[in-house]
């Protein structure tokens, strides 16, 4: 489903009765909505609706041109919500998708119910620059994110994975792929420019933070420092796992989010 906002589209799909509680996801950066595929069944068993927005030049939403900044973002995710007439949402969001949804807390309380947040700092890496540069050059030097596809999947999922499931690792690296440039490099900025640590003690919503132990791109000690600064926010180590816990093992991913969302 299409929602036309300021002369663009996002894209957005809702599943699920009409009178259950709304559990809505954000994706990582070069994913799409897709990349929940394997967590909508758990939570339509639990009576809820799912809601996915796939974020602006990711899946089916238009890019904007220009830098972009988390606010933004989750102004994007707010304008769905609300033209919906959803009055609140459980948030679930993974990697940007979860910074979005520290974003979406400070500036948008009143949308949310609860946040669980994956692989996700409360600031912005101190070494930003150095891990992005050399990828958005290669991005934009061939026009598309084809040259660091297989680098991201092999940082996102373990290679016992890509053995297990090689029809689902190539459905993501695909969509790595073929994700806007434009809107990677404006996402970047979103990412390598933001620091909530400030704001974030000052939050009234149940937080869950869960964390990858093998993931490279975060780290255990960042996202144990997000729950700390939530308060009463809980952290969960998930051993075994590289960016994507929830595609890595989501019979265990997913007993853990509907534990959380059933409290």
């Known amino acids: ?32 909505s897709g990349m ?33 900044s988390l606010r933004e973002l989750a ?24 910074m979005i949804g520290e974003a979406l807390a400070i500036h948008y309380g009143a949308k949310l119910s609860s946040l669980m947040l ?20 290669a991005a934009r030097a061939a026009g598309s994110l084809e040259p660091i596809a297989d680098a991201t999947m092999e940082r996102w999922l373990t290679p016992a994975f890509k053995s297990r499931n090689p029809m689902r690792w190539r459905q993501i690296r ?7 440039v434009e809107a990677y490099c404006g ?16 939050l009234r919503v149940p937080a869950l933070v ?3 132990e093998d993931d490279k791109a975060s780290s255990h000690e960042e996202n144990e420092r997000l729950a700390s600064l939530i308060p009463g926010g809980r952290f969960t180590a998930f ?4 960016h994507l816990p929830n595609v890595e093992d989501p019979v265990r991913f997913n007993r853990i989010l509907t534990d959380w969302l059933r409290r």
Not at 57 to 63: A, D, I, N, V
Not at 118 to 137: D, G, I, Q, T
């Open 187 to 202: 996402c970047v900025h979103a990412l390598s420019h933001f620091d909530f640590t400030k704001e974030l003690p000052k």
């Open 210 to 212: 869960l964390y990858g």
């Open 239 to 242: 051993a075994g796992a590289r």
């Open 1 to 32: 489903m299409l929602l036309h906002t300021g002369g663009r589209r996002l894209h957005y799909d809702l599943i699920g009765p009409e009178d259950g509680r709304t559990i809505l996801f954000a994706h990582a950066l070069a994913a799409d």
């Open 36 to 68: 929940w595929a394997e967590q909508v069944p758990a939570v339509l068993a639990i009576g809820a609706r799912v809601l996915r927005v796939d974020m602006r030049g990711h899946g089916g939403s238009e890019p904007v041109p220009g830098n972009y």
């Open 174 to 180: 695909d969509t790595v792929a073929a994700t806007s």
């Open 118 to 137: 994956c692989e996700s700092p409360p600031a912005a890496l101190k070494n930003a620059k150095e891990v992005w540069a050399p990828r958005m050059a």
């Open 75 to 98: 102004a994007d995710i707010a304008a769905v919500i609300d033209a919906l007439d959803i009055t609140s949402v459980d948030f679930i969001g993974l990697s940007i998708g979860g």
